[in-house]
């Protein structure tokens, strides 16, 4: 799969310009009649992006009707502003008529056990747990809670609850570690924290309540947990209330209040370029405009799709494009608990044929690991369900591409190569199936109303096949208003770099025909198997252990996950003391411990110092090249002692 040298590398589809024209099926879009019709909504929408979403929002259900539709004061944006709506109920309440016995969500457990839930039933059981939610624990609009939760219904009723009562959620996946969760409640000021007593993945029983009570108990703004209790194994202790019992004496009716466009939705933490994760704040009306067009023209929804995005809750994509932006739609979501490959490699094959899915949307690291368990696999299903597939997260390298399109779509179904971010809130640059022809290994065109570019260093538009780095330059319904309590930072980060333009922190180019390539990021952000890690996260994790002096932790290429963790650490023991095996080792389970283990290292280098500029800041770029195993090569002129990445060996 090395992209390089081989014919599917991105450099000879590109030579090639390799294209699959649309398909067929994509015929009774409502909103779209041909291509020439699209091309009038695009050229429309760039010139005039306020009206193409004014036009969207208005097929939302809104309470009272926005007075201006964007009041941009750089950098804060407000959409829909005046306007009052109720997330919830446009996702549950206002499909009840129409399809209150059609299924809003179908669970599966690793184990096999299914649980459905009609959109009747999942509006009762989001109507007791807002109800709960309100007389038990008087949360109050405004107010904040954690979600720490395995990918089970709750889950999404928890999420639908506290957007009834105008409560923001905080999720937090189930797969961090207490201090991260202790951090993001603390950040958020959560008075609730919603979980359950254990998760299962991969076989294996996860204790999350005792994560949450090591994270709660130094939490002085929490006054309850909640606990979705699976086992009834572990006793409650105070200020834990049991979930089912709670909701058992609610009522199932709840009358929505109506929340300005404005009001926050949730807050979502992930890793930006310092040590501290920061909250990402998601508005209503706005958001929802952006998750619930995208999510219908890009997953083209129709009435009887069973629609499965491989997503946890914990991430951007499970809030977009498993709830808020499906359940919009009226559309039926399909949601599993545990590992795609357990407990056998062709499990997730199975579920598609099992639930006779049509949509599946996942991300290329989960792609390059089927690819690499064989075609036996897919090969014993039938995946005749399937019309359209999806990938997100991270580039999707060509070979991974036409695996997916020739081995799991059968050459029928067009692949939406979706680019987006947690701060972008809904998908950007897509191709919308049965318009726009594919090209592997390309997101292809920014969406209707959005204004994408790539630029150079000053700002000014790159030539085609130029890289630069990729900018928005409008705003957009469900872009991110502010970072929580740090709206210097959400400036300092976004809006700085290039006057008027959102930096997105991604390099990429376009080609001739304005195909947009993602490379991946620019700055100290990596990508691991599509979850997004700090490097100078992990690093602190790193240096709060008491035998590291100094870490410099960097990404180098990996052929599965995309970007694998390789730390440089100078360890405080002199050299005669040093057991490099076993404190790699324990360093490993540290940052695991500190952060979860998505951030566990995959290799630790010892070095007696780190190669730095004579003003002190570290030459990442050095350390990058080591990481990959290249020479070292380009301008070491500036390091304070050229030469200088001495590694101790073992
Ligand atoms: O580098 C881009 C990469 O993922 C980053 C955003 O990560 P996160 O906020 O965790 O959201 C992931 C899910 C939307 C981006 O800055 N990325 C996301 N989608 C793609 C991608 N890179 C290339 N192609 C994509 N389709």
New binding site residues.
Partial sequence: MDSKNKSGSIETVIKENRSFPPSAPFTEKAWIHDQADFDKIWNTSQENPVHFWEQQASHLEWAEKWKTVHHWNEPFSQWFVGGKLNVASNCLDRHLEARGNKNALIWEGEDGSVRKFTYQDLHKEVCKLANALENKFNLKPGDTAAIYMPLVPEAVIAMLACARIGVAHSIVFAGFSSHSLRDRIQDAECKVVLTSDIGYRRGQVLDLQKTVREATSQCQSVRATLVFRRENKTELIENEWDWSQLTSHQSPNHRPSFFDSEHPLFFLY?SGTTGKPKGIVHSSGGYLTGVATTAKWIFDLKENDIYWCTADIG???GHSYVVYGILANGATSVIYEGAPMHPHPGRIWELIDKHKVTILYTAPTAIRSFMRAGNEYPLKYELSSLRLLG??????NPEAWMWYYEMIGKKRCPIV???????TGAILISPIPGVTTLKPGS?TRPFPGIIADIVNEEGKSCAPNEGGYLVIKHPWPSMLRTIHKDPERFKEQYWSKFKGMYF???GAHKDENGYFW?K??VDDVI?VS???LGTMEIESALVSHPRVAEAAVVGRPDELKGQGIVAFVTPRDSKDKLDIKTLAQELKTHVANEIGALARPDEIKFTKTLPKTRSGKIMRRLLKDLAAGKQITGDTTTLENPGIVELIES
């Avoid at 990938?391 to 999707?396: F, K, R």
């Avoid at 190569?417 to 701060?423: G, I, K, L, R």
């Fill in positions: 992930t991430w951007i994509t990938s997100v997260g991270e580039p999707i190569d979706t680019w987006w971010q947690t701060e997101a997105t922190g991604d993602i991946g990021r990508n599509g979850h997004r």
